[in-house]
């Protein structure tokens, strides 16, 4: 069964300076589809970025951007310039194209951006 | 398009008493799912469905009941609430087949209490 894991429970950074979520999973897939989501004090899942696991190229999203080492099973997020509004807790997930397959979520990391 | 909403938006129970949590989409899409967070312990998928009348068990099942008769509502069912209930509840819906550029969205979430 595939699996996520978050080694880091809680991270810190100072506003804009920049900092590295780390995600790896498990999977004996080839071809999959891994996220980052960010969850804020509203509680609502916002989608931040998306890789394509048979994409050699990491994903950006304006200050977002991920290191994704397939072989290695890594997907790490990098959030540049920090901002006060980062604050949040982040998910990595997996999934693939097969049918009807669950999303697998790893247990999330807190960030805190220290003014 | 409203997206992913639910309702309501938190709610208190006494053990024992029953109730329904809404979950409907205007997405049009096939699957839908129920998760409930608690703290350290990330997202756990209760039950999905990957369409009307299909419905099957997720990761904590026991103590809810699903149904899905239509595309876009999915309720989520506690027969006999429990402390243990307690949680963050949310929904979600995907297309059956993810496929390259599409993610699952999420409702708002509904915080339950039981005492």
């Known amino acids: 069964a595939q699996t996520v894991t978050q080694s880091q429970p809680e991270m810190s950074v100072q506003e804009a300076e920049t900092v590295t979520l780390s995600c790896t999973y498990d999977?004996?897939?080839?071809?999959?589809?891994l996220f980052w989501y960010k969850q804020p004090p509203s509680r609502q899942m916002i989608l931040v970025i998306r890789?394509?696991?048979?994409?050699?190229q990491n994903a950006t999203e304006n200050r977002f951007s991920v290191n994704f080492q397939k072989a290695a099973k890594s997907f790490s997020l990098k959030i540049s310039d920090s901002q006060l509004g980062d604050a949040a807790m982040y998910f990595c997930?997996?999934?693939?194209?097969?049918?009807?397959?669950?999303?697998?979520f790893g247990p999330g990391t807190r960030l805190s951006v220290l003014p | 398009n409203a997206g992913v909403t639910q309702t309501p938006k938190f709610q208190v129970l006494k053990t024992g008493q029953s109730m329904t949590l809404q979950c409907a989409q205007d997405?049009?899409?096939?699957?839908m799912s129920w998760y409930r967070q608690d703290p350290g312990m990330g997202l756990r998928l209760i039950h999905y469905?990957?369409?009307?009348?299909?419905?099957d068990q997720g990761e904590v099942p026991n103590g809810y009941n699903v149904s899905r008769s239509t595309t876009e509502d999915f309720p989520l069912r506690l027969l006999s609430a429990a402390p243990s209930q307690t949680s963050v509840y949310f929904c979600?819906?995907?297309?059956?087949?993810?496929?390259?550029?599409?993610?699952?969205?999420f409702g708002p979430g509904t915080r339950l209490l039981v005492l």
């Open positions: 979600a819906s995907r297309r059956v087949y993810l496929t390259r550029g599409e993610t699952q969205y």
């Open positions: 999977t004996s897939e080839s071809d999959y589809y």
């Open positions: 890789q394509e696991a048979y994409k050699q």
């Open positions: 997930a997996y999934n693939t194209h097969n049918y009807g397959q669950n999303f697998v």
């Open positions: 997405m049009n899409h096939e699957y």
């Open positions: 469905s990957v369409g009307a009348g299909i419905t």
